[in-house]
């Protein structure tokens, strides 16, 4: 599971990542911040048409191969400015990408990918990074 399995069997065992694994099925999917930045993993799904489809959700669940949760879904920079503008949102957070800085913006500054884990499983020489938000 992308180093973290590894982590916990190696270091302690295997039943502390199933209670790690079972409190992340618990957790928000997204959070939405002053109604103008949306907070989301994995990012933008094309099933994706309306929020209440992600407040619908139930939880716990795990996180499916397909569908709304998936997050192995690819999107360019015309679907991050559709989607703001559907939603009279400013910006896309989300995570789920190793990027070198820590952080990376992309589509004119429309999504930011924020990955917090610094050099991810030993294999990658990236920057862990956090997003503060002041003002919106």
């Known amino acids: 599971m992308y180093g973290f399995y590894d982590e916990c069997k190696r270091g302690f065992n295997v039943r502390l990542w199933k209670t790690f694994t079972e409190c992340f099925n618990c957790l928000p999917v997204a959070a939405l911040v002053d109604d103008k930045i949306l907070c989301i993993h994995g990012g933008l ?10 407040r619908d959700l139930p939880r716990p669940t795990d996180v499916p191969d397909s569908g709304l949760l998936c997050v192995s879904h690819t999107f360019g ?3 991050v400015a559709e989607f703001l503008m559907q ?4 910006l896309i957070c989300r995570a789920h990408q190793v990027v070198e800085d820590g ?3 992309f589509a004119d500054r ?3 990918a924020v990955f917090s884990a610094p050099n991810y499983c030993g294999e990658f ?8 938000v002041d003002a919106v």
């Open 103 to 105: 952080y990376e913006f």
């Open 87 to 90: 939603h009279d949102m400013d």
């Open 77 to 79: 920079p015309d679907k």
């Open 110 to 112: 429309q999504l930011v």
């Open 125 to 132: 020489d990236n920057a862990g990074a956090m997003m503060s």
């Open 45 to 54: 799904s094309p099933e994706l048409t309306n929020l209440n489809q992600i």
